[in-house]
């Protein structure tokens, strides 16, 4: 039976047994939700190759790789398309059916700015203008509007878009501060509760966030900081299964702008995917049985052109990959209406065609795993989207 | 006691008050903020910093060191006994060592400046012209670089500080063009008989146009882009013959094109690479003029309408609010084009302006600015080995914004809980060190004056030593804006 059928029908929830309490469970209270944004336009015809293409190769000259088999060659998904050999864990969780991957996907957003993409994807309307906090925020706004109110984290120094507006989140990353008394803190809260709410509330959730990390052991050993996501993603894994832990995660991992010799099987970019990959696998070590409930999904602002630019790398493009990735997604396929690489499938001539909304992923999240309604989705969340149809993920 | 508004000029305009400002600026914060808008002092250290060219010709050297260490290294049966590992270590060293020295004397020069509005601004342009530390070689250059093109041109015109910029090594070898070849350059066109493929790189067109000149709404396409990476081809930094541009270097010569010429680590023109024949950018036609091709397009570029209000947009953010008056950025920018680009009439209108001075507390600080002013309002200064340390700690790593639109100008992206929770943390440290030494309810008011509120002034008063004093001061929401 499908979450969604379940949830849409009232009668289901006087169904009595393990099934549908179970069931009901996973669509409200327990579900986990990790959003991972991967800043500077990843290359997502380097990271799920189309090399069942004929021009394929020609296209992508230095930085195409070869057909399953050959040395350094692509991990085979369906025929067409491949993922780059430096993601081997999700490449098994495609195997095990917990790796959906969306293709030719895009934000609303066609230009070619890092800022303004991040700005409309984490926004989640359809230009930058448009920026009254972040579509995850506003999510949990609905969220505890229709049930009950959740948490969210930030793992960064700074919230990012996606996670500001009016609920407040909290955000944690590594420190190596001594901890600062609690009769100094008591006064500290104090001044800010008389002059500056907004401080205040920071302060509370930071508070929070600390105690968690403190329970949850991670005082210390989570150094590595930098551009590495493992640590931070161990770091989430562990605040998601905390019993009274945030419900939502947000991670960021720059470096995937690459102008110039961004490499094939090896080099710049294959390191990042490489990060990248052990940054998943360790989330879902450390979510242990609760990988089963949890849903994971990797975006970026945009792909990189088809061809190689004359440095050995790729310019700013359009469409590209999105990964969605968890025990609750229906994986093992790569979810794409396929425009092409021929010279008139691109769009301008040099990019990815998108033929799929990132939104539309978001949304399958957030109405599958938390019940959102689709009016809170279509108008709240994502104002004015009632012509992006959630993807079906489960 | 610190007037409300004297307290603006320094902590909002400047780089935070130190105490004995209230004497120094006495009731005229508006004409203290005005002299320091002069032309260009030699700044004390600077003299004895290092060039930047020096710095890149010598990791370059370094560079060849390692490789060939390294080569001799991978050789199968090596000569291993031959090669000394501290070869192969000095390129990273030497890097990391020239990053932590400019880092800390960024960090020393804000700190003890008599004029900081000026440094303020300065700290302001280095970062609408952008350049990251965290990719490599610029972490060596990157403070150098604003010495040598920012600091001289800060209050100049905004033609000079722009060619200065771009022309730095530091920004061609941060945004690639370098690397950047014209298909139908000598180079290009050779190469590109015998199969090879190479060509433009857009990266520094697409930032000069979206970041540093007309803004991403400023109304240029794609084909904008194209052309004036064309155009920017050939500008390029000299002795690049040794890591990503050893294979142009070697193409050249195998080509029989006469490589690179330049200076080590200076600009220098690449005819070889340059796209001819002219370029249309905006519907503005450039003709074939060599290097000086792309020196017309920028001053064309700082002369547009879109640049001036762009411009007149940051710098209203930066020193008024996050969502700046309407009516201020259409002053500043049409001062700014009635005066052909020059700044410091920009700058005077500005802090002529009305808008400046009401709101004492509407900007909050980076975690670098609250850095500065901590340092400042203590009459501290952190020891230079544990500045990059500390700030990092803090969230802001010095000289890596990690991209080349800069560090973020709104509080929403420096407002979190964990970042404020670092802050107290330092706080209580630093109070413990200088609690005993330094009377915090004097200190209040001289670094915050009338805008410390009664919570704030309370709290101090009543902390139970000298260092939880200090550090409530430091912690106090006051103290977290500007």
């Known amino acids: 039976m499908d979450r969604r059928q379940l949830l849409s029908s009232g009668a289901t929830l006087a169904l009595a047994g393990p099934l549908a309490s179970r069931a009901f469970a996973a669509a409200t209270d327990d579900a986990r939700f990790a959003l991972v944004i991967l800043r500077g336009g990843l290359d997502g015809l380097a990271a799920v190759p189309p090399y069942g293409e004929g021009t394929y190769s020609r296209l992508r000259g230095p930085l195409a790789l070869g057909a399953p088999g050959s040395d350094g060659s692509v991990l085979p998904l369906d025929g067409l398309f491949g993922l780059h050999p430096a993601l081997a864990n999700l490449h098994r969780m495609y195997g095990d059916g917990q790796l959906a991957i969306a293709h030719a996907v895009a934000s609303p957003y066609r230009e070619r700015s890092h800022f303004d993409g991040q700005k409309v994807l984490e926004a989640g309307g359809t230009s930058p203008e448009t920026s009254d906090g972040g579509w995850l925020n506003r999510a949990l706004a609905a969220l505890a509007e229709e049930s009950f109110g959740r948490d969210a984290i930030a793992l960064a120094d700074s919230v990012p878009l996606v996670l500001r507006g009016p609920v407040t989140v909290s955000s944690w990353a590594p420190s190596r501060l001594p901890d600062t008394d609690e009769d100094t803190l008591a006064r500290v809260r104090e001044i800010y509760e008389a002059t500056d709410p907004a401080l205040a509330a920071q302060l509370t959730q930071a508070l929070n966030a600390r105690g968690l990390a403190g329970d949850a052991g991670m005082d210390g050993g989570l150094r590595g900081g930098g551009q590495q996501l493992a640590p931070l993603a161990t770091a989430a894994g562990r605040f998601l299964a905390a019993a009274d832990g945030p419900r939502i995660a947000v991670l960021e991992s720059g470096g995937w702008d690459t102008h110039a010799n961004q490499g094939a099987a090896a080099g710049t970019l294959a390191q990042r995917l490489q990060q990248l990959d052990n940054g998943i696998a360790s989330l879902k070590t450390e979510l242990g049985p609760i990988w089963e409930r949890t849903t994971v999904v990797i975006v970026t602002e945009f792909g990189r052109t088809v061809a190689a630019n004359g440095t050995r790398g790729t310019d700013h493009g359009t469409a590209g990959v999105a990964f969605v990735a968890g025990g609750t997604v229906a994986g093992g396929r790569v979810i794409a209406d396929w425009p092409g690489l021929g010279e008139r499938d691109l769009y301008e001539g040099r990019d990815l065609m998108p033929t799929l909304d990132m939104r539309a992923l978001f949304k399958g999240v957030l109405g599958e795993q938390y019940g959102l309604s689709a009016r809170a989705l279509d108008t709240l969340v994502f104002p004015d989207s009632s012509a992006v149809a959630p993807v079906d993920l489960a | 006691m610190l007037t409300q508004a004297t307290a603006i000029a320094t902590n909002r305009f400047g780089t935070g008050a130190k105490p004995g400002d209230a004497e120094r600026i006495g009731n005229d914060p508006a004409g203290w903020l005005d002299a320091q808008i002069g032309p260009a002092t030699a700044q004390p250290a600077a003299a004895t910093r290092p060039k930047s060219a020096d710095v890149l010709s010598e990791i370059r050297e370094l560079r060849l060191v390692r490789q060939a260490a390294q080569a001799a290294q991978a050789r199968p049966g090596g000569q291993q006994a031959a090669v000394d590992p501290a070869a192969i270590r000095e390129f990273g060293q030497t890097i990391a060592e020239n990053y932590q020295a400019q880092a800390s004397s960024l960090y020393a020069t804000a700190i003890a400046t008599d004029a900081p509005f000026r440094e303020r601004l300065s700290l302001f342009w280095a970062n609408h012209f952008a350049v990251s530390a965290d990719k490599q070689p610029i972490g060596a250059i990157a403070g150098l670089y604003l010495d040598e093109a920012i600091r001289p041109n800060v209050a100049g015109n905004f033609r000079d500080l722009l060619r200065a910029s771009i022309q730095h090594p530091a920004m061609l070898l941060y945004l690639d063009n370098q690397t950047s070849i014209g298909p139908g350059s000598l180079l290009g066109s050779r190469a590109n ?290």
């Not at chain 2, 064309?230 to 080509?255: E, F, H, I, Y």
């Not at chain 2, 690449?270 to 249309?280: D, F, I, L, N, Q």
């Not at chain 2, 004097?442 to 410390?452: F, K, T």
């Open chain 2, 193 to 482: 008989q015998g199969n090879r493929r190479v060509g433009l790189n857009e990266n520094l067109a697409r930032e000069i146009l979206e970041l540093h000149t007309l803004g991403v709404d400023g109304g240029y396409t794609q084909d904008d882009v194209i052309e004036f990476s064309k155009a920017l081809t050939g500008w390029s930094v000299g002795g690049q013959d040794d890591g990503p541009a050893a294979r142009l270097g070697a193409m050249a010569g195998r080509l029989g094109i006469a490589g690179d010429t330049g200076a080590p680590g200076e600009f220098t023109f690449r005819g070889a690479v340059h796209e001819p024949g002219s370029k249309t950018i905006l519907g503005r036609r450039f003709g074939e003029d060599g290097v000086d091709e792309a020196e017309a397009v920028l001053d064309f570029l700082a002369g547009r309408e879109e640049t001036a209000h762009f411009l007149a947009t940051k710098l209203a953010r930066h020193f008024v609010a996050d969502v700046p008056p309407e009516n201020l950025v259409a002053k500043l920018a049409e001062t700014y084009l009635d005066n052909d680009g020059e700044l410091a009439p920009v700058y005077r209108a500005l802090i002529r302006a009305e808008h400046g001075w009401r709101e004492p507390l509407a900007k909050y600080k980076t975690p670098q600015d609250y850095l500065i002013s901590a340092f400042r309002a203590l009459d501290q200064a952190p020891p230079p080995n544990q500045v990059v340390a500390l700030a990092t700690q803090l969230g802001q790593r010095p000289m890596t914004p990690g991209s080349p639109a800069g560090w973020p100008d709104i509080a929403d992206h420096w407002t979190s809980g964990d970042a404020l929770l670092k802050r107290i943390e330092w706080s209580t440290t630093l109070g413990a060190t200088v609690g005993d030494r330094i009377d915090a309810v004097a200190r209040l008011d001289d670094v915050l004056g009338e805008v410390a509120g009664t919570a704030t002034r309370n709290g101090v008063r009543r902390a139970e030593s000298g260092a939880q004093a200090i550090a409530l001061l430091l912690a106090a929401p006051e103290f977290q804006r500007r």
